[in-house]
C-alpha cells in the first residue's frame, strides 16, 4: 500500500520547503520531494547562499589589499581560493542540513528523489539508484524552481561555459572573464571574480545594466563598477561562441553592425533562467502552460486542476527566493481556508555587489509610462556621516512619492548596506506610508539610515545635510 499525504510539496527550495513547514504546522500531513539529496534548492545549494558567501569573502579581500592607507600594515597578503570555496561550502552544509532539522522538528515527510505526477493524485518518486516509491496525496504543490537558460545552441560545461553554478567553483581565478548578460546574477558572480583579480567584460544586449530597474540608479552602478575595473560593451550581441584547449572564443556584434572577437579563460551566461518542469509529467497530467512556459495559476495559486497548486519561479513573477518562499506561505494558508495573500507591488529586490543596490516599488520610468505624477526625493551617502566615517560614500537614496497624496509608490538605493536599508522602506510602504511619515520617523544617529530620512525629507526640498 503507498503511502497517503494530505498534501505533498514537490521540490525542496525556498518556497517548497517554507510551504510543507507551514502546511505541517496547520495540521497537515506532508510530504517533501526534493531530487538534489539537500535541501534549500538553487538558492541555498547553488545561488543565494554561496555567492552571497564568495561576495563577502572577496570583498574582505579587496578590502584587505587596501588596508594600508587606513593604518592597517599588513604583509604578505595572498589568496588561497581553495579554503575561500571550503568556507563557502561550509555556509551552504549548516544551511541546508538546518532545514532538515526543520523538517523533523515540524513532522514534514521528506523524500529524496524525483517526483512526477502519475495521476493528479499519485505523486511517483524515483531516487538515484531509479529505485521508484509511490505515494498519494490529496494536494499537491508545485515548487521546482528554475534552471539557467543558455544562449540556443550553447551547452554548459561548468568547466569553460559556465552558468552560475559553475561560476561559483572554479578551482582557479581566470586571467580573463567574458560574463553574457547585464543582470544580478552577472553582475554579482564578475563582481567576486572581478576582485579576486580576473579581467571582466560584460556582454549587454540593451544600452543598459540591470533591465527593469530604474534607470538613474543604472546609470550610476555601471559607473561605479567601471571604476572597479569592470569592462562593459552596450548593445551588444553574442553570435558564437567556440572553444580551444586552452580558451574561449567569443564573436559579437553591436547595433552598428561592428563585429569583434573577445578570447578568455571562461564565459559565463548568465542571460536568465527558465521553469523547472520537464521531470514533472504536466502535459500528461492536463496541467495548463502559459505563453511564457510557465504553469497558469489563479488568484489562489491553482492551477487548472483545483488540487493541483504551483509557486515559486515556475509561475509568472519575478524569480526571488523571499518571493517563493511568501507564495509558499500562502498557498498553505489558503489550503487550509485561510486567507494567504502576497503584496505583488511592495517585493524588495536587492543586487549584492559593492556598492549593493536594493528596490521596491515602482520606478522612474513605470511612473511616466503609467502618467502617474510623482515628485523626487534624494540623497547621496556622501552627505552621511556614517557612511563618511567608514569611507563607503558612494550612491545615493531616492524615493518616488505620489504628487497630490504623499504615498511612497517607490524607492531606490544604492550604497553599502542598501539590502538592509530597503527593509524599512518595504514595511512603510506595506502600510501605504507617506514620505511625510518617514521624514517625521527618529533615526539613529550616526547611521546610514538617516540617509532615507533626508531623502524623504528631500521630497518637499527640505533636506538638512545637502
Not at 529524496?112 to 504543490?141: A, P, R, W
Request: with cysteine; charged share 25%; hydrophobic share 35%.
Amino acid at each position: 500500500m503507498s503511502e497517503k499525504f494530505d498534501v505533498t510539496v514537490i521540490g525542496g527550495g525556498p518556497g517548497g520547503y517554507v510551504c510543507a513547514i507551514r502546511l505541517s504546522q496547520l495540521g497537515f500531513k506532508t510530504a517533501c520531494v526534493e531530487f538534489r539529496g539537500s535541501l534549500g534548492g538553487t538558492c541555498l545549494n547553488v545561488g543565494c547562499i554561496p555567492s552571497k558567501s564568495l561576495l563577502n569573502l572577496s570583498e574582505n579581500f579587496s578590502k584587505a589589499k587596501n588596508f594600508q592607507k587606513l593604518g592597517i600594515e599588513i604583509s604578505d597578503l595572498k589568496l588561497n581560493l581553495d579554503k575561500m570555496m571550503q568556507n563557502k561550502e561550509k555556509a551552504v552544509t549548516i544551511l541546508t542540513k538546518g532545514v532538515e532539522f526543520l523538517f523533523k522538528k515540524n513532522k514534514v515527510s521528506y523524500f529524496k528523489g524525483i517526483g512526477k505526477f502519475k495521476s493528479k493524485n499519485k505523486i511517483l518518486i524515483i531516487d538515484k539508484n531509479n529505485q521508484e516509491n509511490l505515494i498519494e496525496t490529496t494536494n499537491t504543490v508545485i515548487a521546482t524552481g528554475s534552471e539557467p537558460t543558455s544562449i540556443p545552441g550553447i551547452n554548459f560545461d561548468e568547466n569553460k561555459i559556465l552558468s552560475s553554478t559553475g561560476a561559483l567553483s572554479l578551482k582557479e581565478v581566470p586571467k580573463k572573464m567574458l560574463v553574457v548578460g547585464g543582470g544580478y546574477i552577472g553582475l554579482e558572480m564578475g563582481s567576486v571574480w572581478s576582485r579576486l583579480g580576473s579581467e571582466v567584460h560584460v556582454i549587454e544586449f540593451l544600452d543598459h545594466i540591470i533591465p527593469g530597474m530604474d534607470r538613474e540608479i543604472s546609470k550610476e552602478f555601471m559607473k561605479i563598477l567601471s571604476k572597479q575595473g569592470i569592462k562593459f560593451h552596450l548593445k551588444t550581441k553574442v553570435e558564437k561562441i567556440s572553444k580551444s584547449n586552452k580558451s574561449v572564443l567569443i564573436d559579437v556584434s553591436n547595433i552598428e553592425g561592428k563585429k569583434e572577437k573577445f578570447e578568455c579563460d571562461v564565459v559565463l551566461i548568465s542571460i536568465g533562467r527558465k521553469p523547472n518542469t520537464k521531470n514533472l509529467n504536466l502535459t500528461e497530467t492536463g496541467i495548463k502552460i502559459n505563453k511564457n512556459g510557465k504553469i497558469e495559476v489563479n488568484k489562489k495559486f491553482q492551477t487548472n486542476i483545483s488540487s493541483i497548486y504551483a509557486i515559486g519561479d515556475v509561475i509568472d513573477g519575478p524569480m526571488l527566493a523571499h518571493k517563493a518562499e511568501e507564495e509558499g506561505i500562502a498557498v498553505a494558508e489558503i489550503i487550509a481556508g485561510q486567507s494567504g495573500h502576497v503584496n505583488y507591488d511592495i517585493i524588495p529586490g536587492v543586487i549584492y555587489t559593492t556598492p549593493e543596490v536594493a528596490s521596491v516599488g515602482k520606478t522612474e520610468e513605470q511612473l511616466k509610462n503609467s502618467n502617474i505624477s510623482y515628485k523626487v526625493g534624494k540623497f547621496p551617502f556622501m552627505a552621511n556621516s556614517r557612511a563618511k566615517t567608514i569611507d563607503e560614500a558612494e550612491g545615493f537614496v531616492k524615493i518616488l512619492a505620489d504628487s497630490k497624496t504623499d504615498k511612497v509608490l517607490g524607492v531606490h538605493i544604492i550604497g553599502s548596506h542598501a539590502g538592509e536599508m530597503i527593509a524599512e522602506i518595504t514595511l512603510a510602504m506595506e502600510f501605504g506610508a507617506s514620505s511625510e511619515d518617514i521624514a517625521r520617523t527618529c533615526h539613529a544617529h550616526p547611521t546610514f539610515s538617516e540617509a532615507i530620512k533626508e531623502a524623504a525629507l528631500s521630497v518637499d526640498k527640505r533636506q538638512i545635510h545637502s
